[in-house]
């Protein structure tokens, strides 16, 4: 029987050589070539030539990014990368790749690993690679297919990362880059900050023993402007306004409607500060036998500076005037009353990522080897100086009771006009506010005379995954005649403890209802011009507001904590955190959830070749089993009462006790899969597979416990209960593929994919009632207060009612009103994860990679079209199944490499998607977003390279909605990032 196979190109063989060594570690072990002059070819040009060769030589679905040179990644961050790969989307953070879609399948059904080890991650099972810096990645690949030695938990893909080993590449290799990074949107923190790598690999003792260290510090100063409402809340009655002046064009069936909870702007400004680090050691203990012990270590600190500013609603308690359009969206209100105020706040945390590595390769004979490889890993975030988020509210809250009010607080009447145009979907809310002074005169504008203190509170959160995880993995290799070529198996061992701890200091007593808000000096306010802020979105010249009232955090921060309250000082004055080394931190832990997971797992694959026609046909066959285990705990401090604190604030009344509740699961799968290859022609290949793949459920979702989320204001009530016995996603994968290889670095490809999912997780909310948690907003003596304010004429908002039961009780204005047994149980909005259903989604994936000869241009494409019964129905009012981040997206690069220039301009493209579903189960989507980047490399000489950068050049920007794109939820800009450097190799 003869073969055929693909001869690798004499620049594939040294770019694998020099930059990824064992490019593949679970399937595509290169053999070993010896008298082979190596040539070193890099450039962009170089990385798509050896991507593409990495594509054609895989069983089954393959994609690869390589680095163009050493310590020189194609992009300055991995996820940026990955989205110009076909069927790859990402989502962005702080306008930087954060996360990745692949195939319509989000962040939580992607497994990402390093060198083939699974990586922890924080928060959930999506790995976040704003976290790990590209200068020590040589290459990434993506298996869109999945085999049996590859580790489980990628419905999606897996994505792998590779890092150079030094005994791969023999000799001294080096290189050093700098840069310097400009962002347009800075405004705060300096205008130029340093970006510093570093590389260095060497082999001695005859090659036998190798060290490579590589580190980056990375800083970066940005702001965000947004725009946002709280939430959309359905079926609000503002019947009983007085007055109402209401224009209804709503022609839904239901008579649904959807009302503005608060709206305002927030200015962020950004320090983001990364350290990466690796290294390496090998020896050769002999010519069978290599160890090596690795160490990776990452860090991100992350500080926000916050200027938080808008109107604050009543709930519909007192409308003036309202417009609701076809869809039941409130476009346009004028409440009486409501707030203005401003959230000076300071969110600080880091992520912290720690793996220690040790590695032995055994040639047991000619035909038989040995893998076992080991890791103990860490992934920490938490939050830093303050805690995740310290804020402290100023506002102009009226303010009557207050001796030294001065001029009149607050607007008697907050205009609040809450609109988006359908057609332009870059609209932001515009909203507004009439004020009135103590004498009843109009005023024009705020002045510090008008603020006070409202309340503040710090948030302290952190999550934590502790990995170990043992693999040990064998190979025949068939020496002789026969159709099998080679027959892997292993055994792999995993465990991973999530935990998760949120704290809260509960609110500082500064506000109007605790009798406490207090005057600070007018001096101390200061107002600021917002003409220019979001003004990337269409309607941002028409803000009725153009400015904001603000002060210095710490100087707020210093006299909200002298602060003392006289009305309830049992409740309120413990509040505030104690000082901690000399910084103020969150109390005692309030939620802690622990899921431990242990997964066996046990593989078989065979490699094998058929003669079909004088072509080779390979086939891939094996299956892996895997059993999970999962031990769940959680503290708990049910909540056993409300009170009804003032106006629409609310608080819960938790047991003294906290208590740790406890739940297990188990789960066993088979994986089958299946990869044939078949050159059908030369350069043509079709491929097709069968695999069965599984993502394991969200580790929020496994709890044990019972949370009640927030505080309890009327409407957003809200419960989320675990389930540790779920079952994981399991998808049955098929497809078809065909690639034509048609000229060095050119090629088209089209191929179909199909997954039908079992198991899907869908988070069901309920309307539900807790025994003991009583609402006295429904009681009998709220109905009383309702019918007397009605009675003498007067609107009967929550602050009126919350007014009159407490002197219908002889109580005094302010004081709390907790539930009693005539009160009936309260509502709550309970959310749990379910096993519901089966579905099915399959797509199209278009690329084409075109070289023109010699002149140096060349094009990449890309598409990708997904579809399936995964979509959500934005008109039905009741829960929904349907698949988060499931989108079609597209790429397109033009690039030029000769002569030392490398040029390379990008344009991606990302479809409208659903981003999840809020407290009510209304969808929310994210907009369609497109973006241009721009690269730019000159090599000096051999050594030394000069390189520009432009990312978002064209400054885009992102925008959310709930339901229908006149609900906007959140917007942002950010503006460009300009890089400019230099990179010198040895």
Same mark, same amino acid.
């Given at each position: 029987?003869?073969?055929?196979?693909?001869?690798?190109?004499?620049?594939?063989?040294?770019?694998?050589?020099?930059?990824?060594?064992?490019?593949?570690?679970?399937?595509?072990?290169?053999?070993?070539?010896?008298?082979?002059?190596?040539?070193?070819?890099?450039?962009?040009?170089?990385?798509?030539?050896?991507?593409?060769?990495?594509?054609?030589?895989?069983?089954?679905?393959?994609?690869?990014?390589?680095?163009?040179?050493?310590?020189?990644?194609?992009?300055?961050?991995?996820?940026?990368?990955?989205?110009?790969?076909?069927?790859?989307?990402?989502?962005?953070?702080?306008?930087?790749?954060?996360?990745?879609?692949?195939?319509?399948?989000?962040?939580?059904?992607?497994?990402?690993?390093?060198?083939?080890?699974?990586?922890?991650?924080?928060?959930?099972?999506?790995?976040?690679?704003?976290?790990?810096?590209?200068?020590?990645?040589?290459?990434?690949?993506?298996?869109?297919?999945?085999?049996?030695?590859?580790?489980?938990?990628?419905?999606?893909?897996?994505?792998?990362?590779?890092?150079?080993?030094?005994?791969?590449?023999?000799?001294?290799?080096?290189?050093?880059?700098?840069?310097?990074?400009?962002?347009?949107?800075?405004?705060?923190?300096?205008?130029?900050?340093?970006?510093?790598?570093?590389?260095?690999?060497?082999?001695?003792?005859?090659?036998?023993?190798?060290?490579?260290?590589?580190?980056?510090?990375?800083?970066?100063?940005?702001?965000?402007?947004?725009?946002?409402?709280?939430?959309?809340?359905?079926?609000?009655?503002?019947?009983?306004?007085?007055?109402?002046?209401?224009?209804?064009?709503?022609?839904?069936?239901?008579?649904?409607?959807?009302?503005?909870?608060?709206?305002?702007?927030?200015?962020?400004?950004?320090?983001?500060?990364?350290?990466?680090?690796?290294?390496?050691?090998?020896?050769?203990?002999?010519?069978?036998?290599?160890?090596?012990?690795?160490?990776?270590?990452?860090?991100?600190?992350?500080?926000?500076?916050?200027?938080?500013?808008?109107?604050?609603?009543?709930?519909?308690?007192?409308?003036?005037?309202?417009?609701?359009?076809?869809?039941?969206?409130?476009?346009?209100?004028?409440?009486?009353?409501?707030?203005?105020?401003?959230?000076?706040?300071?969110?600080?945390?880091?992520?912290?990522?720690?793996?220690?590595?040790?590695?032995?390769?055994?040639?047991?004979?000619?035909?038989?080897?040995?893998?076992?490889?080991?890791?103990?890993?860490?992934?920490?975030?938490?939050?830093?100086?303050?805690?995740?988020?310290?804020?402290?509210?100023?506002?102009?809250?009226?303010?009557?009771?207050?001796?030294?009010?001065?001029?009149?607080?607050?607007?008697?009447?907050?205009?609040?006009?809450?609109?988006?145009?359908?057609?332009?979907?870059?609209?932001?809310?515009?909203?507004?506010?009439?004020?009135?002074?103590?004498?009843?005169?109009?005023?024009?504008?705020?002045?510090?005379?008008?603020?006070?203190?409202?309340?503040?509170?710090?948030?302290?959160?952190?999550?934590?995954?502790?990995?170990?995880?043992?693999?040990?993995?064998?190979?025949?290799?068939?020496?002789?005649?026969?159709?099998?070529?080679?027959?892997?198996?292993?055994?792999?061992?995993?465990?991973?403890?999530?935990?998760?701890?949120?704290?809260?200091?509960?609110?500082?007593?500064?506000?109007?209802?605790?009798?406490?808000?207090?005057?600070?000096?007018?001096?101390?306010?200061?107002?600021?011009?917002?003409?220019?802020?979001?003004?990337?979105?269409?309607?941002?010249?028409?803000?009725?507001?153009?400015?904001?009232?603000?002060?210095?955090?710490?100087?707020?921060?210093?006299?909200?904590?002298?602060?003392?309250?006289?009305?309830?000082?049992?409740?309120?004055?413990?509040?505030?955190?104690?000082?901690?080394?000399?910084?103020?931190?969150?109390?005692?832990?309030?939620?802690?959830?622990?899921?431990?997971?242990?997964?066996?797992?046990?593989?078989?694959?065979?490699?094998?070749?058929?003669?079909?026609?004088?072509?080779?046909?390979?086939?891939?066959?094996?299956?892996?089993?895997?059993?999970?285990?999962?031990?769940?705990?959680?503290?708990?401090?049910?909540?056993?009462?409300?009170?009804?604190?003032?106006?629409?604030?609310?608080?819960?009344?938790?047991?003294?006790?906290?208590?740790?509740?406890?739940?297990?699961?188990?789960?066993?799968?088979?994986?089958?899969?299946?990869?044939?290859?078949?050159?059908?022609?030369?350069?043509?290949?079709?491929?097709?597979?069968?695999?069965?793949?599984?993502?394991?459920?969200?580790?929020?979702?496994?709890?044990?416990?019972?949370?009640?989320?927030?505080?309890?204001?009327?409407?957003?009530?809200?419960?989320?209960?675990?389930?540790?016995?779920?079952?994981?996603?399991?998808?049955?994968?098929?497809?078809?593929?065909?690639?034509?290889?048609?000229?060095?670095?050119?090629?088209?490809?089209?191929?179909?994919?199909?997954?039908?999912?079992?198991?899907?997780?869908?988070?069901?909310?309920?309307?539900?009632?807790?025994?003991?948690?009583?609402?006295?907003?429904?009681?009998?003596?709220?109905?009383?207060?309702?019918?007397?304010?009605?009675?003498?004429?007067?609107?009967?908002?929550?602050?009126?009612?919350?007014?009159?039961?407490?002197?219908? %009780?002889?109580? =005094?204005? /302010?004081?709390? @009103?907790? *539930? !009693?047994?005539?009160?009936?149980?309260?509502?709550?909005? #309970?959310? +749990?994860?379910?096993?519901?259903?089966?579905?099915?989604?399959?797509?199209?994936?278009?690329?084409?990679?075109? %070289?023109?000869? =010699?002149? /140096?241009?060349? @094009?990449? *494409? !890309?598409?990708?079209?997904?579809?399936?019964?995964?979509? #959500?129905? +934005?008109?039905?009012?009741?829960?929904?199944?349907?698949?988060?981040?499931?989108?079609?997206?597209?790429?397109?690069?033009?690039?030029?490499?000769?002569?030392?220039?490398?040029?390379?301009?990008?344009?991606?493209?990302?479809?409208?998607?659903?981003?999840?579903?809020?407290?009510?189960?209304?969808?929310?989507?994210?907009?369609?977003?497109?973006?241009?980047?721009?690269?730019?490399?000159?090599?000096?000489?051999?050594?030394?390279?000069?390189?520009?950068?432009?990312?978002?050049?064209?400054?885009?920007?992102?925008?959310?909605?709930?339901?229908?794109?006149?609900?906007?939820?959140?917007?942002?800009?950010?503006?460009?990032?300009?890089?400019?450097?230099?990179?010198?190799?040895?």
């Amino acid at each position: 029987m003869t073969t055929k196979q693909f001869n690798k190109s004499m620049l594939a063989t040294s770019l694998s050589l020099i930059l990824a060594g064992n490019l593949a570690p679970y399937a595509m072990a290169q053999e070993q070539q010896e008298n082979i002059e190596v040539i070193e070819i890099t450039g962009i040009k170089g990385s798509l030539i050896k991507s593409m060769d990495v594509k054609r030589s895989a069983t089954g679905v393959v994609d690869a990014i390589t680095a163009e040179d050493i310590g020189k990644f194609p992009d300055s961050n991995l996820a940026e990368s990955l989205q110009r790969i076909t069927g790859v989307s990402i989502d962005r953070s702080n306008n930087e790749g954060s996360k990745v879609t692949v195939r319509g399948m989000g962040p939580e059904f992607n497994l990402v690993t390093l060198n083939g080890r699974q990586l922890p991650t924080v928060g959930g099972r999506s790995f976040d690679f704003a976290n790990i810096a590209t200068e020590g990645v040589s290459a990434v690949e993506i298996y869109k297919t999945t085999k049996a030695d590859l580790p489980s938990g990628g419905i999606g893909a897996t994505v792998n990362m590779l890092t150079a080993k030094p005994l791969n590449s023999p000799g001294l290799k080096a290189s050093l880059g700098v840069k310097g990074v400009l962002e347009t949107s800075n405004e705060a923190g300096d205008d130029i900050t340093p970006e510093v790598s570093g590389i260095y690999s060497n082999t001695f003792n005859d090659d036998k023993f190798g060290v490579l260290l590589s580190g980056s510090y990375q800083d970066r100063n940005n702001r965000e402007e947004k725009a946002a409402i709280d939430n959309w809340i359905p079926n609000v009655d503002i019947s009983a306004s007085p007055n109402l002046e209401l224009t209804d064009n709503n022609t839904r069936e239901d008579g649904a409607t959807w009302y503005p909870q608060n709206s305002g702007y927030s200015i962020n400004d950004n320090e983001r500060t990364r350290i990466n680090g690796q290294l390496v050691l090998q020896y050769a203990i002999n010519d069978d036998v290599t160890a090596t012990v690795d160490y990776t270590y990452s860090k991100l600190e992350f500080e926000s500076n916050r200027n938080a500013f808008g109107v604050w609603f009543n709930n519909g308690g007192n409308v003036k005037s309202a417009t609701i359009n076809e869809n039941g969206t409130y476009t346009d209100i004028a409440e009486i009353g409501g707030d203005y105020a401003t959230n000076l706040s300071r969110a600080q945390y880091q992520n912290e990522n720690k793996s220690l590595g040790f590695n032995l390769q055994w040639q047991a004979s000619d035909a038989l080897s040995f893998e076992f490889d080991a890791h103990d890993s860490t992934a920490l975030s938490e939050g830093a100086g303050l805690g995740n988020d310290a804020f402290l509210i100023i506002g102009n809250t009226s303010c009557g009771f207050c001796e030294d009010a001065g001029a009149a607080f607050g607007p008697n009447t907050a205009n609040i006009n809450v609109k988006t145009n359908m057609v332009d979907a870059n609209g932001i809310p515009l909203w507004g506010f009439d004020l009135i002074d103590g004498q009843g005169n109009p005023q024009d504008e705020l002045t510090g005379a008008d603020m006070g203190s409202l309340f503040g509170a710090v948030t302290q959160d952190m999550s934590e995954n502790d990995m170990t995880q043992f693999q040990l993995k064998g190979e025949w290799v068939n020496n002789n005649s026969g159709f099998v070529n080679k027959v892997s198996f292993g055994a792999s061992r995993t465990q991973m403890e999530f935990r998760q701890t949120q704290a809260y200091s509960q609110n500082l007593p500064a506000g109007w209802w605790t009798w406490s808000a207090v005057h600070f000096p007018d001096d101390m306010f200061s107002r600021v011009g917002i003409d220019s802020v979001l003004d990337g979105f269409s309607n941002a010249g028409n803000k009725p507001v153009d400015y904001y009232m603000t002060a210095d955090f710490d100087q707020v921060l210093h006299l909200f904590e002298t602060i003392e309250d006289t009305i309830a000082p049992d409740i309120y004055n413990d509040g505030w955190p104690e000082e901690v080394n000399g910084q103020f931190q969150a109390g005692p832990i309030d939620t802690d959830s622990r899921v431990k997971e242990t997964t066996t797992a046990l593989y078989t694959q065979a490699n094998m070749s058929f003669e079909v026609a004088d072509r080779p046909l390979n086939v891939v066959v094996g299956v892996r089993y895997e059993k999970t285990d999962v031990e769940s705990a959680g503290l708990e401090r049910p909540a056993i009462a409300m009170e009804w604190v003032n106006g629409n604030e609310w608080e819960y009344v938790y047991a003294s006790e906290q208590t740790f509740s406890s739940g297990t699961g188990e789960t066993e799968e088979f994986l089958p899969s299946i990869d044939i290859d078949y050159e059908i022609m030369d350069d043509v290949i079709a491929r097709a597979s069968y695999s069965r793949s599984l993502t394991r459920p969200p580790i929020g979702a496994l709890g044990s416990t019972k949370n009640f989320l927030g505080n309890p204001k009327v409407g957003q009530r809200k419960v989320s209960v675990g389930n540790p016995q779920l079952q994981p996603y399991v998808a049955d994968n098929y497809d078809v593929s065909f690639e034509y290889y048609y000229d060095q670095g050119s090629y088209a490809s089209i191929g179909y994919f199909n997954k039908k999912v079992d198991n899907f997780l869908v988070n069901v909310t309920t309307d539900e009632t807790i025994e003991g948690l009583r609402d006295v907003f429904i009681g009998p003596r709220a109905d009383e207060a309702r019918e007397q304010l009605i009675a003498e004429g007067i609107q009967p908002s929550d602050q009126a009612i919350h007014d009159r039961i407490n002197e219908n %009780m002889g109580q =005094e204005t /302010g004081t709390r @009103i907790g *539930a !009693n047994e005539n009160d009936p149980l309260a509502t709550f909005a #309970v959310s +749990r994860d379910v096993n519901l259903r089966a579905s099915r989604l399959y797509g199209w994936e278009l690329a084409v990679q075109h %070289m023109f000869g =010699e002149s /140096g241009f060349g @094009i990449q *494409a !890309n598409a990708t079209i997904v579809n399936g019964d995964v979509s #959500v129905n +934005r008109d039905i009012t009741t829960a929904q199944f349907a698949l988060v981040g499931m989108s079609d997206s597209a790429n397109l690069s033009a690039i030029y490499d000769k002569d030392g220039l490398s040029v390379r301009v990008s344009y991606n493209w990302r479809d409208e998607f659903l981003s999840g579903f809020d407290q009510h189960s209304s969808p929310v989507f994210t907009e369609a977003y497109s973006q241009i980047d721009l690269n730019v490399n000159y090599q000096v000489n051999e050594q030394l390279t000069i390189f520009f950068e432009g990312l978002n050049i064209t400054e885009e920007t992102q925008r959310v909605y709930v339901r229908y794109p006149e609900q906007f939820l959140n917007g942002a800009q950010y503006g460009a990032r300009y890089n400019l450097g230099a990179r010198y190799t040895f």
